[in-house]
């Protein structure tokens, strides 16, 4: 019989001794492991947070009183405390239950969250409406160390501090970003771990918070003590609690960076890993050997150089070449505009699902400068992701942008041509979105000057129907060509190359001999890069069809379902054709 | 003989006495004045900054040392001093030189800039850039308090303070924002400016700055012996200088919002301006009467309360339901998601411009969670604006997330149907592009369900062609409808409503009897609404043109031009009409 038998909602949890909570403590420990190994999620923060969640139910009357997981890392215990223990102990019930907050779960959750430094905002709105409608409860925002490099995180805390009225932010600080943290605001935090709290410059009291520090921040009873003082105050208030990433499982303690997030399978011994090239390995490469020919490389992540593989082997042989500059993309693309302008040569990886959050800076700091900046974009195209991390939604983003070229590769000579021309040349902002899919491999050099902006390459010259088929989806293209054979079709075959314009004359030419053109591009096709093939042919007999994602936010769908759905799949789409010209 | 008429570079502002530079300064004031008096501009922080940056450019070698002014609102009298003062003091060469930032105006520039809160940013990459080179100069970074409030500033100072080099920030703390500072870090400063920078709590110093307090930022020797001290300092500080902003002209000391941004003929007694209605003050009046009728409503401003007309009356009126978050556009969507989340009624209104700054919190903390909150969109439409102030570039942002329903209406009536439908309903957050021109009404309450998404309004059928004018250009799409009309063609006239989708079963009826179908928005047509339309006839027979402006940023065009260049006139349109039809 286990404690977490007897915890079925939060009213549980203040039955509990505190031996008992210890004990539990463990148990949900057990869960989180064994869930992560089986399906994969956040281990480091979700096992540092455990103590400082029993004893936030333990004091606070969840859901009267509110709480607000920043970025949802740490939320599984919490999950787990609020009836949803079956997700992290039964795995068949594993993939009912989201990585992320979630109210569609519970009333204990109140928004989606999955992306960075949002919940002092969002727990800010929830604090006002309460007070505008005269209500009387806590809201409580969570968030970590690492999510405090977000300008909006900052935003936030600057508008809480106004409220004259309960608000309380836990800052949940276990020494750790994703990878190690960025910014004068760690020395800051250190300085006040050091000194348990009574560091000289305190940067939450100067912008106006009451504070509290908690050093035992894994000990429940120091915590529950804390929080007590804290619950009902009539102000706001930061409760710094040190805690320890990754606790209780000890190769997570010694390697928070690795086990921030895992796959599943980490708890049995790996093989090393077969060195075999990959977009990520050649990227590695194209930065390394530049920084040994002593140009002014700069390679720049914004917290996540895991998805680039840029370990810690690769940052050290880069050293003051390379920079992560926090969860702060913000900043990351302004950056990379003053280093381009005073003729560095800087090269930013962002994920697709990140990108989303610069586009002022993309437009402003970046195209309206036409700063010579190289921005790569990771994972882009249709998944199975989590609906808070789609990389559906970049072409739309960026290529509406004026003055930004973005180049979409098929293959490995392709990116590594885009990317050396976007290195060396000083016209545009230029972004690459790297093939999210095994490395494809010509074995030709290719020799394109990319400087000729928009022009297609047709890589096959038939008749009757063209396929555009850009990135990651020129594959499909092939596919599609090769099914339309058979019918006895010799289609067309175009890579654009550009995900940002037309190439006119080609399009142009296509009249001659074709009725119908298929554009498949790997995202949205509201407002993406089909659309403006489309309205190329508007005042034409030449009929399109344009495939890609829906305009939707989908969560955990397979890819085959979403393939089918948005009928992605060289019969469906044979079918489509064949409708139109019977 | 004017000291000016000395000085056409910074080395000859190096040459002057302590007496002479006073001198200048009030030559300066005296040519920003006239400027604004005749074409309009920054008054109140270009006048605060003045002796400052006399002092600047007497400590420092501008182009080798780099300054980067923060949104470009206090750059008048360093372009006076670096060869463009002709744009100040000769009328006829006044619009020549822009009130922007701007490098193709001068070495001394090294950004175009006009958004908030960038300058740290940049400035840190043009150091990095620097270090890397081996070079060695000063960069210099300009910050207003005001700014201080974007969480991208936040960023960037997080990161400058990692530099182990040569970077200087100035803070120029003029107490003011555009409107009042919002905000707990404004409290600090506050502080700072009462013991002279010595308060214990001191943000800056916080994230690892080394720190210098000017009390007498307009006192130019005060100013120089306080530069020297940091002029090739090693490691990143920061000068806060305590300016007066309007220094000079009494009114605008006194009234420092009112003169932030001024008119042409400020100068001039005005008489009190008609009384008239307008889609600010039918706004107002239906936030006012919300707050009447005791209802949860949070009218939102992000620092531009005098773009909406939420004055010190309106505010006053509004009390607690009236929330200015400062420069913060990303803790707005956030905070409006967070209170429609709880039951309150937020209407947050955003400058076309500005609502760039949000989309990561557009598609996350509001579309993905599907917040009901009103997000009214202003100025939104082609313009003769600066680059950095376009207002073409919403629809494409906004209209290809998820979930968000974007409307567009054309009149008084429809305006506030659509407003009061959005305030009462509570399944999507909801954006309304407010038509920025003179009010039109109809006279008629609209009585339209607007729950029944994507239904399109046919306005007059017709046969043959037919117009889908949306929101601004409604009005064009009646002009054509009738330029047509006299060449015997009786076309269909649409009014969309909304921007996010389109009516299928309007569409398709369309095809019985219509060959081409036109369509009208004020904003660029990349990604915008048209191209979803051409795409819905892409199968079909359907011929489709789209108008609206193309992707690229104009500079101070003038609307005709522009409305010749992107054929936006009734006589063109039917011109290309004809082409197609013959």
New interface residues.
């Given amino acids: 019989m286990q404690i977490l038998d007897r915890i079925n909602s939060p009213m549980d949890v203040k039955k509990l001794s505190e031996h008992e909570m210890e004990t539990l403590a463990q148990e949900i420990r057990d869960g989180i492991i064994k869930r992560v190994n089986t399906i994969g999620g956040h281990l480091g923060p979700d096992l540092g947070i455990v103590e400082a969640t029993i004893a936030l139910h333990y004091v606070f009357d969840s859901p009267k009183d ?1 709480f ?1 997981f920043d970025v949802s890392h740490q939320v599984y215990p919490h999950k787990m405390l609020t009836g949803r223990k079956q997700g992290f102990l039964d795995p068949s019930y594993y993939s009912k239950i989201s990585g992320y907050s979630n ?1 569609a779960e519970s009333e204990h959750d ?6 960075t430094s ?1 919940s002092v ?13 005269s209500e009387n409860y806590n809201v409580i925002a969570l968030i970590g160390d690492g999510s405090l ?14 409220l004259n009225s309960n608000m309380i932010i836990i800052v949940n600080d276990n020494e750790m970003s994703i990878a190690p943290n ?4 760690y ?2 935090l250190k300085e006040l771990r050091e000194t348990n709290g009574t560091a ?4 939450f ?5 009451e504070y509290f520090y908690v050093e035992e921040g894994n000990n429940i009873k120091t915590l529950i003590q804390t929080f007590e003082k804290v619950k009902n105050i009539n102000h706001p208030v930061v409760v710094h609690i040190h805690t320890l990433k990754g606790k209780g499982y000890k190769p997570a303690e010694e390697d928070k960076e690795t086990y921030h997030w895992q796959l599943p399978g980490f708890l049995e011994p790996k093989a090393a890993p077969f060195e075999q090239e990959t977009y990520n390995s050649i990227t590695k490469d194209f930065l390394l050997a530049k920084k040994q020919q002593n140009e ?1 490389v ?1 390679a720049i992540t914004a917290a996540t150089p895991g998805v680039f593989e840029f370990n810690s082997d690769f940052r050290a042989k880069m050293g ?2 390379y ?1 992560d ?2 969860i ?1 993309e ?2 990351a693309i ?11 040569k ?1 090269v930013l990886a962002l994920m697709s699902s990140f990108v ?6 993309m ?3 970046l ?3 036409n700063s010579p900046a190289t921005v790569l974009i990771y994972w882009g195209g249709i998944s199975n992701a989590d ?2 991390h789609l990389c559906t ?1 970049d072409i ?2 960026i ?5 930004i070229v973005y180049l979409a590769p098929t293959n490995k000579e392709e990116y590594l041509a885009m990317l050396e021309w976007s290195y060396n040349q000083t016209e545009h902002p230029v972004f690459i979105r790297v093939p999210a899919a095994p490395l494809v491999s010509t074995g030709m050099k290719d020799t394109t000057d990319y400087s000729i902006l928009n022009k297609f390459k047709v890589i096959h010259k038939g008749e009757k129907i063209a396929v555009i088929a850009a990135g990651g989806f020129f594959s499909l293209g092939q596919n599609v060509r090769e099914e339309l054979s058979k019918c006895g079709i010799d289609a067309t075959l175009i890579n654009p190359c550009y995900l940002t314009g037309v190439d006119e004359e080609v399009l142009e030419s296509l009249k001659d001999n074709h009725s119908l053109v298929i554009t498949l591009e790997n995202g ?5 890069f ?3 093939i ?2 190329f042919y ?4 030449m ?4 495939y890609g994602s829906k ?3 989908t969560d955990r769908v397979s890819l085959d379902e979403l393939y089918n759905r948005y009928r992605l799949k060289k019969e469906l789409i044979v079918e489509d054709i064949q409708k ?1 010209l019977n």
């Fill in positions: 509110k607000v109210p109140h928004f989606v969250i999955g992306h949002t905002s969002l727990a800010t709105g929830m604090a006002k409406a309460r007070d505008i409608k490099s977000g300008g909006e995180a900052y935003e936030g805390f600057n508008n809480a501090a106004e960025q910014g004068g605001l020395k800051n000289q410059n305190n940067v009291k100067a912008i106006g918070f002014p700069v003051a070449n920079t500059v926090g702060a913000e900043h302004a950056y990379a505009s003053g280093l381009a302008k005073n003729g560095a800087p989303q959050r610069t586009y002022d800076q437009s402003q700091d195209a309206l400068n609906m808070t939604f739309p983003l290529s509406n942008i004026p003055n949205e096709i509201d407002g993406g089909g659309e403006k489309t309205r508007g005042d034409s007999d009929k399109v069809l344009n305009k939707e936010f139109i």
